[in-house]
């Protein structure tokens, strides 16, 4: 590791991504300015960051054929736990709310799709548990009787993101970062040696042409009320009827998500609502119980492969941007990745998301 102290790096946006580079780069000795109009005391938070469901899970992600989706996202939950220790040794703030996944399926389609997917993190080394219908209620007891069996996956976590983003951008801040509240209308506007481009979906209106487009995600939070029963002690990813829900225990209730559509637009729907409360209730029939404490839309920056874009755009930019439904999994490993190139090399975990390849 280089020391780059003097060296000036403008990071635009204040995302988990943005603000993580910004954290460990100061860290590092940049002089760091970060940017993003989110930052303004009191602004509505309106970033995929804060929209997040906060699963870190390559392996329930996983899908046959996005074989560096899946190697990325392994490498990056590998580096998760030093990474959280750390916020946590420097805040204070312990983001980390859950340990192991179990996926259920409905019907027999579901099960199908199940079963592929098991077999093909087999051909990757991973053997995931496969559970009878019993068993799937010892592991979750509050699981409806029409869940027919499922998978348990130990090894993933989920982290609070409304926790994680406010304490990477104090992190930042307390590293030397320069936090600036603005919204960019170029990228010649940036100062700085060096810029990263952590623009989440809006990365593209800095660097036109980058290959990155938004996909709207509706979620909900959910709080239990005295006398509901008690709360999965998994989280609870499922399919059913073909269609993904995820329930995530969070602090008193929990995150039920999300929907998925092309487009820019931030309204949440009463048929995304509906949709979700009705395939949540498909798991666990209590869910009716609880209060709907909020009701949210985010953008996921997605790219044409589902990798994202990590890696030099030009000899002044690094992309880290375009990681879709994953960024807050993906967190860990971007920034040893942006890191990397900004001391001139290139990080061989994440060499699959060069921007070049496009
Ligand atoms: C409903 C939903 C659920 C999700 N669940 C999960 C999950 O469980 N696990 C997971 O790993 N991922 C999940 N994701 C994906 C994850 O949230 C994103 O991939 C991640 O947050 C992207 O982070 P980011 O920092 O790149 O983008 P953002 O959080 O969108 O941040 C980008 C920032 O850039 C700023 N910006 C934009 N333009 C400018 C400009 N011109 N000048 C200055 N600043 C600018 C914006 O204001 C914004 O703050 C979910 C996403 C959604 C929508």
């Known amino acids: 590791m280089r020391v780059h102290t003097g060296k000036r790096l403008t990071v635009v946006g204040a995302g988990v991504i943005g603000a993580s580079v910004a954290w460990l780069a100061a860290r590092e000795g940049w002089q760091v300015e970060l940017i993003d109009p989110l930052l303004a005391e009191g602004a509505e938070q309106t970033g995929a ?160 042409g980058l290959p990155v487009h938004p996909a709207k995600g509706e979620i909900l939070r959910l709080r239990r009320r005295p006398g509901t029963p008690p709360l999965p002690t998994r989280i609870v990813r499922g399919l059913v009827h073909g269609r993904h829900v995820y329930l995530v225990p969070r602090d008193g209730g929990m995150v039920v998500g999300a929907t998925q559509h092309e487009g820019h637009d931030q309204q949440v729907t009463v048929g995304g609502v509906r949709d979700l409360i009705a395939d949540a209730e498909a798991l666990l029939p209590s869910i009716g119980e609880y209060q709907l404490a909020d009701a949210m839309a985010g953008l996921r920056p997605m790219s044409p492969d589902n990798l994202p874009l990590i890696g030099r755009l030009s000899d002044r930019v690094v992309a880290a941007t375009g990681h879709g439904r994953n960024g807050v999994l993906l967190t860990a490993v971007t920034v040893d990745a942006v890191l990397a190139e900004l001391d001139g090399g290139q990080l061989a975990d994440a060499k699959a998301a060069d921007p070049g390849r496009f």
């Open 49 to 208: 960051s804060w929209a997040a469901g906060g699963m870190l899970a390559p392996f329930s992600e996983a899908w046959p054929g996005e074989d560096d989706v899946f190697e990325l996202g392994a490498a990056s939950l590998r580096r998760w736990p030093d990474f959280g220790a750390r916020l946590r040794d420097e805040t204070g703030v312990d983001v980390f709310t859950g340990t192991g996944t179990l996926l259920v399926a409905v019907d027999g389609a579901d099960i199908e799709r199940l079963t592929m997917v098991a077999d093909w993190l087999t051909t990757h080394g991973y053997r995931p548990q496969r559970l009878t219908r019993t068993q799937v209620r010892e592991e979750v007891p509050s699981l409806s009787r029409s869940v027919r069996g499922g998978l348990l996956v130990p090894e993933e976590l989920s982290v609070d993101n409304r926790a994680l983003l406010p304490a990477l951008r104090r992190a930042a801040e307390a590293a030397g970062a320069r936090l600036s509240a603005r919204e960019l209308t170029s990228i010649d506007e940036c100062g700085g040696d060096q810029v990263v481009l952590a623009a989440g979906s809006d990365s593209p209106r800095l660097w036109p």
